[in-house]
């Protein structure tokens, strides 16, 4: 198939075929360095986090408690609003602490664990009790 017949050294260009213009560009291609230089190549993509949500506890004062909830952001879940419902239903303070992780006063590791199984919607088999947890 040829591309278009005009004149002069443009027109060559134009009038060969399809691959032909593939193999030129292959062949004279050149490595060019993109923007941002060698330290682009280094750049890897975020690893995938096992879908998982863990529940524990963590001690605060003397026989106080305070109950974590990890893993929610990987089920795709707004931390904001699941923090804010899990204050309401356990009558108690709830804050998102961190990237991916609510904390909940009190220790109601076992209510969580069935609240967000029924309430969530998250599979029975992602939720996991992480018993006592250190920080």
């Known amino acids: 198939?040829?591309?278009?017949?005009?004149?002069?050294?443009?027109?060559?260009?134009?009038?060969?075929?399809?691959?032909?213009?593939?193999?030129?560009?292959?062949?004279?291609?050149?490595?060019?360095?993109?923007?941002?230089?060698?330290?682009?190549?280094?750049?890897?993509k975020?690893?995938?986090?096992?879908?998982?949500?863990?529940?524990?506890?963590?001690m605060r004062a003397r026989?106080?408690?305070?109950?974590?909830?990890?893993?929610?952001?990987?089920?795709d879940m707004n931390l904001k609003k699941c923090g804010k419902a899990f204050g309401q239903k356990f009558a108690c303070g709830s804050s998102v602490t961190g990237?991916?992780?609510i904390t909940v006063q009190g220790d109601v590791v076992d209510e969580m664990m069935d609240f967000i199984v029924e309430e969530l919607g998250i599979e029975e088999d992602l939720v996991v009790d992480g018993g006592d947890i250190k920080d």
């Open 1 to 44: 198939a040829v591309v278009s017949t005009q004149s002069g050294h443009y027109g060559r260009v134009l009038n060969k075929t399809q691959e032909e213009l593939e193999a030129m560009s292959l062949n004279n291609s050149k490595k060019k360095q993109t923007r941002g230089g060698k330290a682009m190549k280094n750049i890897t």
């Open 46 to 58: 975020k690893q995938e986090l096992p879908r998982q949500v863990i529940v524990g506890r963590s």
């Open 63 to 75: 026989k106080k408690y305070v109950t974590l909830v990890r893993g929610l952001k990987t089920c």
């Open 99 to 101: 990237d991916d992780e």
